[in-house]
């Protein structure tokens, strides 16, 4: 076996049957994503849209030399600008990082699957950080749920650097029990729980987990310098 596929196993021995995991691939090339695969993922996480459309479509389309891969379910987790929204549409299943009312027009299409969206909370008091407040999240939420062309699944959230990953996740899991479940009873999804923390958002209750580098890891060198540069 691979080292890769050592990595998948491990983190796959300890997720629960119903938990969906979501290896993140930002940064890296096509070639990991067909590696992954054939190890029976389908579930990819992709936060920079610069990166994900041409690569979602290079994997769809092949090649003279690669198979299309037609079954990939790639998931938009990273902050999204409304003027790209439509775009992320087009390859996109769902979308973790719903945070603001402009976003809700944006994504809004009539005519067309709707897509799956998880309301992204702020766990800080940093205002400048992406997530709607935990006080606002009743209002925000009313409105996602008359927004045609979504469907409300759940929320995401990130921990503070500082904070503990277990209180904060059981925050997450609390908000939803008490402000979101009597909204939408259907919207039940945690996507919560990243490489450093998964196993503490299971215990919270996660329903999907978003893991890079325990999975991947080390981004390639070249990749994360540009990166840095282009923010």
Sequence with gaps: MTELADRLDAVRSEIPEGVTLIVVTKFHPESLVRELHRLGVRDFGESRHQEAAPKS????????????????????????????????????????????????????????????????????????????RPQDLGAFAERALGSPGIRLVGLMAVPGIDAAPAAEFARVRELRDRVLLPLAPEATSLSMGMSGDWREAIGEGATHLRIGTAITGNRPDAAYARSRTEG
């Design 57 to 132: 479509e290079a994997l769809r389309l092949g090649s003279a030399a690669q198979e299309p891969l037609d079954d990939l379910r790639w998931h938009f987790i990273g902050q999204l600008q409304s003027n790209k929204a439509k775009a992320v549409r087009e390859y996109a299943s769902a979308l973790h990082s719903l945070d603001r009312p402009s976003l809700l027009g944006a994504l809004g299409e009539t005519g067309r699957d709707p897509l799956d969206v998880f309301i992204q909370i702020n766990l800080t008091e940093d205002p400048a950080r992406g997530g709607v």
